[in-house]
Protein backbone atom coordinates (compact mmCIF):
# COMPACT_ATOMS: atom_id res chain seq x y z
CA UNK A 1 0.00 0.00 0.00
CA UNK A 2 1.36 3.76 -0.94
CA UNK A 3 2.55 5.76 2.04
CA UNK A 4 1.41 8.94 2.17
CA UNK A 5 4.04 11.57 3.08
CA UNK A 6 3.00 14.73 4.34
CA UNK A 7 5.67 16.67 5.65
CA UNK A 8 7.00 16.61 8.28
CA UNK A 9 5.11 13.57 9.54
CA UNK A 10 3.77 10.54 7.29
CA UNK A 11 0.31 9.21 7.12
CA UNK A 12 0.38 4.87 7.29
CA UNK A 13 -2.89 3.70 6.06
CA UNK A 14 -3.87 0.66 7.97
CA UNK A 15 -6.52 -0.24 5.24
CA UNK A 16 -8.00 0.28 2.01
CA UNK A 17 -11.45 1.26 3.79
CA UNK A 18 -10.37 3.19 7.22
CA UNK A 19 -7.77 3.26 9.74
CA UNK A 20 -4.24 5.49 9.12
CA UNK A 21 -1.07 5.49 11.83
CA UNK A 22 0.45 8.82 11.93
CA UNK A 23 4.28 9.07 12.38
CA UNK A 24 6.42 12.06 13.20
CA UNK A 25 3.60 13.89 15.21
CA UNK A 26 5.07 14.57 19.04
CA UNK A 27 1.02 16.21 20.27
CA UNK A 28 2.47 16.85 23.40
CA UNK A 29 4.10 19.44 22.06
CA UNK A 30 1.06 21.03 20.11
CA UNK A 31 1.10 21.56 16.37
CA UNK A 32 0.88 24.61 14.38
CA UNK A 33 -2.09 25.42 12.23
CA UNK A 34 -0.98 24.22 8.92
CA UNK A 35 -0.33 20.77 10.54
CA UNK A 36 -3.66 20.76 12.73
CA UNK A 37 -5.10 21.53 9.16
CA UNK A 38 -3.63 18.30 7.42
CA UNK A 39 -4.34 16.62 10.64
CA UNK A 40 -8.13 17.22 10.30
CA UNK A 41 -7.98 16.43 6.51
CA UNK A 42 -6.24 12.98 7.58
CA UNK A 43 -8.88 12.28 10.05
CA UNK A 44 -12.16 12.77 7.79
CA UNK A 45 -10.50 10.71 4.93
CA UNK A 46 -9.56 7.49 7.42
CA UNK A 47 -11.91 8.30 10.29
CA UNK A 48 -9.84 6.65 12.62
CA UNK A 49 -6.22 7.95 13.47
CA UNK A 50 -3.39 6.38 16.04
CA UNK A 51 -0.20 8.51 17.04
CA UNK A 52 2.04 5.69 18.79
CA UNK A 53 4.08 6.95 22.11
CA UNK A 54 2.41 9.94 22.56
CA UNK A 55 1.88 9.43 26.89
CA UNK A 56 0.12 12.25 26.73
CA UNK A 57 -0.67 14.13 30.11
CA UNK A 58 -4.64 14.96 30.81
CA UNK A 59 -3.95 18.16 29.37
CA UNK A 60 -2.07 17.58 26.39
CA UNK A 61 -5.36 14.77 25.69
CA UNK A 62 -7.40 17.59 25.36
CA UNK A 63 -5.51 19.49 23.78
CA UNK A 64 -5.20 16.87 21.03
CA UNK A 65 -8.68 16.76 20.67
CA UNK A 66 -9.03 20.62 20.01
CA UNK A 67 -7.10 20.01 16.84
CA UNK A 68 -10.39 18.33 15.60
CA UNK A 69 -13.35 18.95 17.76
CA UNK A 70 -14.49 21.02 21.15
CA UNK A 71 -14.35 18.54 24.13
CA UNK A 72 -17.41 17.31 25.75
CA UNK A 73 -18.22 18.10 28.67
CA UNK A 74 -20.68 15.02 29.88
CA UNK A 75 -23.41 16.33 32.40
CA UNK A 76 -23.14 13.17 34.65
CA UNK A 77 -19.86 11.28 34.12
CA UNK A 78 -18.86 10.10 37.53
CA UNK A 79 -15.18 8.77 36.17
CA UNK A 80 -13.52 12.24 35.58
CA UNK A 81 -9.66 12.27 36.17
CA UNK A 82 -8.74 14.85 39.03
CA UNK A 83 -6.75 17.00 36.87
CA UNK A 84 -8.96 17.87 33.86
CA UNK A 85 -13.04 17.29 34.32
CA UNK A 86 -12.92 16.80 30.48
CA UNK A 87 -11.24 13.26 30.87
CA UNK A 88 -12.38 10.10 32.20
CA UNK A 89 -10.95 7.60 33.66
CA UNK A 90 -11.29 3.55 33.42
CA UNK A 91 -9.97 0.87 34.81
CA UNK A 92 -11.29 -2.54 33.83
CA UNK A 93 -10.13 -5.95 33.96
CA UNK A 94 -12.34 -6.78 31.45
CA UNK A 95 -13.77 -5.00 28.53
CA UNK A 96 -17.03 -5.75 29.43
CA UNK A 97 -20.18 -3.42 28.03
CA UNK A 98 -17.81 -2.16 25.21
CA UNK A 99 -16.99 -5.94 23.64
CA UNK A 100 -20.09 -5.53 20.96
CA UNK A 101 -20.22 -3.16 17.95
CA UNK A 102 -21.21 0.52 19.33
CA UNK A 103 -21.36 3.96 18.82
CA UNK A 104 -20.97 6.22 21.70
CA UNK A 105 -23.54 9.25 22.92
CA UNK A 106 -26.50 7.81 21.16
CA UNK A 107 -28.42 9.13 24.22
CA UNK A 108 -28.04 12.35 22.68
CA UNK A 109 -29.00 15.03 19.51
CA UNK A 110 -26.29 14.90 17.72
CA UNK A 111 -24.01 12.15 19.34
CA UNK A 112 -20.59 12.31 19.89
CA UNK A 113 -18.69 13.99 16.91
CA UNK A 114 -15.53 11.90 17.77
CA UNK A 115 -14.20 9.86 20.39
CA UNK A 116 -10.54 9.19 21.84
CA UNK A 117 -8.36 7.03 23.94
CA UNK A 118 -5.14 7.32 25.55
CA UNK A 119 -3.56 3.65 26.94
CA UNK A 120 -1.72 3.82 29.91
CA UNK A 121 -2.14 -0.01 31.16
CA UNK A 122 -2.28 -2.66 28.22
CA UNK A 123 -2.49 -6.50 28.10
CA UNK A 124 0.40 -8.32 26.78
CA UNK A 125 -2.05 -10.55 24.62
CA UNK A 126 -4.77 -9.58 22.76
CA UNK A 127 -6.98 -6.04 23.61
CA UNK A 128 -7.17 -5.30 20.12
CA UNK A 129 -9.84 -2.59 19.20
CA UNK A 130 -11.84 -3.11 16.09
CA UNK A 131 -13.40 -0.05 13.88
CA UNK A 132 -16.00 -0.27 10.95
CA UNK A 133 -16.53 2.31 8.21
CA UNK A 134 -20.46 2.51 8.06
CA UNK A 135 -20.28 4.45 5.54
CA UNK A 136 -18.36 1.97 3.27
CA UNK A 137 -21.65 -0.48 4.99
CA UNK A 138 -23.83 2.26 3.22
CA UNK A 139 -21.82 1.85 -0.12
CA UNK A 140 -22.51 -1.87 -0.35
CA UNK A 141 -25.88 -1.87 0.36
CA UNK A 142 -28.05 -1.75 -3.18
CA UNK A 143 -29.79 1.41 -4.01
CA UNK A 144 -33.78 0.68 -3.35
CA UNK A 145 -32.09 -0.50 0.08
CA UNK A 146 -30.38 2.61 0.95
CA UNK A 147 -33.97 4.65 -0.39
CA UNK A 148 -35.82 2.63 1.95
CA UNK A 149 -33.44 2.68 5.00
CA UNK A 150 -33.88 7.04 4.35
CA UNK A 151 -36.94 6.94 6.28
CA UNK A 152 -36.29 4.46 8.98
CA UNK A 153 -34.48 5.67 12.39
CA UNK A 154 -33.61 3.72 15.43
CA UNK A 155 -34.76 4.13 19.02
CA UNK A 156 -31.79 4.43 21.78
CA UNK A 157 -32.45 4.87 25.52
CA UNK A 158 -31.88 8.69 26.30
CA UNK A 159 -30.25 8.01 29.53
CA UNK A 160 -26.60 9.67 29.79
CA UNK A 161 -25.05 6.95 31.38
CA UNK A 162 -22.18 7.60 34.04
CA UNK A 163 -19.37 5.52 33.36
CA UNK A 164 -20.11 2.05 34.94
CA UNK A 165 -21.94 0.48 32.19
CA UNK A 166 -25.15 0.18 34.95
CA UNK A 167 -28.31 1.84 33.07
CA UNK A 168 -31.78 1.53 35.02
CA UNK A 169 -34.89 0.51 32.97
CA UNK A 170 -35.61 3.45 30.29
CA UNK A 171 -38.12 6.11 30.86
CA UNK A 172 -37.29 8.20 27.76
CA UNK A 173 -36.08 7.47 24.45
CA UNK A 174 -34.43 9.37 21.76
CA UNK A 175 -34.20 8.32 17.58
CA UNK A 176 -31.47 8.57 15.31
CA UNK A 177 -32.41 7.91 11.29
CA UNK A 178 -30.19 4.96 10.33
CA UNK A 179 -28.80 7.00 7.48
CA UNK A 180 -26.91 9.96 8.38
CA UNK A 181 -24.76 12.58 5.52
CA UNK A 182 -21.33 13.80 7.09
CA UNK A 183 -21.08 17.38 8.51
CA UNK A 184 -17.43 17.65 6.91
CA UNK A 185 -17.65 15.34 3.97
CA UNK A 186 -20.85 14.98 2.69
CA UNK A 187 -21.25 11.48 2.19
CA UNK A 188 -24.09 8.92 3.30
CA UNK A 189 -23.05 6.64 5.87
CA UNK A 190 -25.24 4.07 8.28
CA UNK A 191 -25.58 5.29 11.24
CA UNK A 192 -26.32 2.32 13.96
CA UNK A 193 -25.36 0.20 17.70
CA UNK A 194 -26.05 -2.12 19.04
CA UNK A 195 -27.84 -0.82 21.85
CA UNK A 196 -30.55 0.40 19.72
CA UNK A 197 -34.28 -1.04 21.33
CA UNK A 198 -36.24 -0.74 18.01
CA UNK A 199 -36.36 0.41 14.62
CA UNK A 200 -39.57 3.16 13.54
CA UNK A 201 -40.61 5.08 10.76
CA UNK A 202 -41.98 4.11 7.42
CA UNK A 203 -41.78 0.31 8.37
CA UNK A 204 -43.89 -1.78 10.81
CA UNK A 205 -42.76 -3.49 13.97
CA UNK A 206 -41.77 -6.88 12.31
CA UNK A 207 -40.20 -5.30 9.74
CA UNK A 208 -37.89 -3.19 11.62
CA UNK A 209 -37.37 -6.81 13.97
CA UNK A 210 -36.01 -8.42 10.56
CA UNK A 211 -34.45 -5.59 9.52
CA UNK A 212 -32.35 -4.72 12.69
CA UNK A 213 -29.80 -8.28 12.63
CA UNK A 214 -29.10 -7.53 9.12
CA UNK A 215 -27.73 -4.28 9.69
CA UNK A 216 -26.12 -5.43 12.43
CA UNK A 217 -24.10 -8.29 11.18
CA UNK A 218 -23.90 -6.27 7.64
CA UNK A 219 -22.09 -3.13 8.74
CA UNK A 220 -19.67 -5.52 11.46
CA UNK A 221 -18.55 -7.01 7.82
CA UNK A 222 -14.66 -7.81 7.32
CA UNK A 223 -14.69 -5.86 4.71
CA UNK A 224 -15.54 -2.92 6.27
CA UNK A 225 -13.50 -3.19 9.33
CA UNK A 226 -9.55 -2.23 10.86
CA UNK A 227 -8.14 -3.22 14.15
CA UNK A 228 -5.40 -2.21 16.00
CA UNK A 229 -3.21 -3.08 18.90
CA UNK A 230 -1.71 -0.99 21.65
CA UNK A 231 1.47 -0.09 24.09
CA UNK A 232 1.30 2.09 26.88
CA UNK A 233 1.42 5.36 25.21
CA UNK A 234 -0.46 5.39 22.36
CA UNK A 235 -3.28 7.65 21.14
CA UNK A 236 -6.00 6.98 19.34
CA UNK A 237 -8.88 9.05 17.87
CA UNK A 238 -12.27 8.35 15.68
CA UNK A 239 -14.96 10.10 13.83
CA UNK A 240 -17.69 8.30 15.90
CA UNK A 241 -20.54 9.48 13.26
CA UNK A 242 -18.93 7.70 10.45
CA UNK A 243 -17.65 4.31 12.31
CA UNK A 244 -18.28 1.65 15.16
CA UNK A 245 -16.05 0.42 17.22
CA UNK A 246 -15.67 -2.68 19.19
CA UNK A 247 -13.30 -3.79 22.18
CA UNK A 248 -12.10 -7.32 21.96
CA UNK A 249 -12.70 -9.29 25.33
CA UNK A 250 -9.71 -11.75 24.60
CA UNK A 251 -7.38 -10.45 27.43
CA UNK A 252 -6.77 -11.45 31.12
CA UNK A 253 -5.41 -8.42 33.57
CA UNK A 254 -5.86 -4.75 33.26
CA UNK A 255 -6.46 -2.50 31.08
CA UNK A 256 -6.40 1.21 31.95
CA UNK A 257 -7.26 4.65 29.85
CA UNK A 258 -8.39 7.99 29.42
CA UNK A 259 -11.31 9.24 27.32
CA UNK A 260 -11.59 12.38 25.93
CA UNK A 261 -15.14 13.15 24.28
CA UNK A 262 -15.15 15.58 20.97
CA UNK A 263 -18.56 17.47 20.02
Do not use: C
Not at 216 to 244: E, R
Request: hydrophobic letters at 40%; proline letters at 7%; aromatic letters at 12%.
Amino acid sequence: MTVIRTAPYEVRPASPVLGAEIVGVNLADGVDDATAEALRAAFWAHKVLVFRGQNLSPDTHVRAVQIFDEPFDHPSWLLRHADNRLVYTFELEKAGAASAWHVGGTWRTPPFHLESLTYQVVPDIGGRTLWADLQAAYDGLSEPFRQLLESVSAVYNAYPGDGTYKRPPVTETVEHPVVRTHRHTGRKGLFLSSSALRLTGAISAAEGAALMPFLLAHASSPNYTVSFGWQPGDFVVWDNLATWHYAVNDYDGPRVYRKVIGG
